[in-house]
């Protein structure tokens, strides 16, 4: 009896081994979304020339140039007219140095020629000025000389700026070993031609821009203390000096008791009056 129960053992074990095994289930494991792939556009390097470098100023320059051109021809045809034809017939051709000019005023500039400009236009404002003194017979013959020597000069402060950006070495002029007359300023007391004469306003209440050399203009502008600009002529009794500054539009009158100038003021020319 003993044999016969350990014979069934023994089977029982035998066949508990030969069942299949349990089946276990794996966990489900979800990956991390890896997304769509997106195309990133970098920007290509900026082909856009340096208008301000000097391999291409010449190019910048051309169209300021062409504008200057226009200006020169019609101031040419005014000088031959002045002293050969009525007055009125300069109505005509002043009228084309001014549209000149509101165009040269409409340019956009980058910066590096930012003095060219200020230079320019302030050479077409002194042309128009005396051709206008000359059409309304208001200014004599020393103040119509005055103001074409200014012209003259503004015309050299014009052509060494362009030389400057161009890179070219403006030629010196011929001088003279003279002993210079008594009287004539020192080459220290005359102002250079490479910078323009400058007024500060001393006065603490600053000063106006008036239209004219007189009080009896309207003031257009009012320049505070410590206010800087630059000096284009004065007037005949020397009490009043012709400004231009980027805090008004145009030029302005103001009187000289009330600002201080890096020249003598002899040494502006006489600019041409307006009328009040």
């Known amino acids: 009896m003993t044999k016969t129960k350990f014979t069934l053992l023994v089977l029982t074990l035998l066949l508990s081994a030969c069942a299949s095994p349990e089946e276990t289930t794996e966990p489900d494991v979800t990956l991390p ?19 301000c470098a000097a391999e291409n100023m010449a190019d910048t320059l051309q169209p300021y140039l062409l504008l200057m051109q226009r200006f020169d021809d019609a101031a040419n045809l005014v000088s031959n007219l002045i002293f050969n034809t009525p007055r009125e017939v ?68 014009y052509d060494q700026e362009l ?39 001393t006065s603490p209440d600053g000063v106006n821009v008036r239209t004219g050399p007189s009080g009896n203009f309207p003031f257009t502008a009012i320049l505070q203390q410590g206010s800087t600009a630059t000096a ?35 040494e502006l020319f006489i600019a041409p009056t307006p009328t009040p």
């Open 163 to 201: 030389a400057r950006l161009l890179g070219i070495t403006p030629e010196a002029q011929p001088t003279q070993a003279e002993t210079p007359a008594e009287g004539t300023p020192s080459p220290e007391a005359v102002s250079t031609a490479a910078d323009f004469p400058q007024i500060i306003v």
């Open 90 to 157: 300069l109505v005509g051709p002043i009228e084309d140095l001014q549209e000149v000019r509101r165009d040269a005023q409409a340019e956009t500039v980058p910066d590096c020629l930012a003095d060219l400009q200020l230079v320019r236009i302030t050479y077409m404002n002194q042309v128009i000025d005396v051709s206008l003194a000359f059409l309304n017979g208001n200014a004599t013959d020393e103040q119509l000389n005055a103001g074409l020597e200014g012209s003259r000069q503004l015309r050299q402060l």
């Open 232 to 266: 284009l002529g004065r007037s005949e009794d020397r009490q009043w000096i012709l400004i231009e500054s980027p805090d008004f539009e145009g030029q302005g009158w103001v009187f000289a008791a009330l600002v201080e100038l890096n020249i003598s003021i002899d």
């Open 33 to 51: 979304s890896l997304g769509t792939p997106v195309m990133v556009n970098t920007p290509a390097p900026s082909s856009t020339p340096d208008v």
